[in-house]
């Protein structure tokens, strides 16, 4: 499973929290790229309800991550 800005941003709208056959019927109906679909596929099914992508992505960059801090360097 691999997850890059573009395969995240379709998920941005979903109806969160959400479980992971919600999340791909969500994906699905709205038209998102079969690597989103296929990446959601992939989640462990235990019967976890997702909060935010970072539930399924733990690297999702913030917008922090895309300002510059003067003061880091």
């Known amino acids: 499973m691999y997850w890059t800005l573009e395969l995240a941003s379709h998920l941005e709208d979903a109806p969160w929290p959400a479980a992971k056959e919600e999340l791909i019927d969500y994906a699905t109906r709205s038209g998102a790229p079969l690597e989103v679909v296929e990446n959601l596929e992939e989640?462990?099914?235990?019967?976890?309800?997702?909060?935010?992508?970072?539930?399924?992505?733990?690297?999702?960059p913030t917008k922090d991550d895309f300002f510059w801090n003067e003061e880091e360097y």
């Open 43 to 60: 989640l462990e099914d235990d019967g976890e309800i997702y909060e935010s992508i970072e539930d399924i992505w733990p690297d999702y």
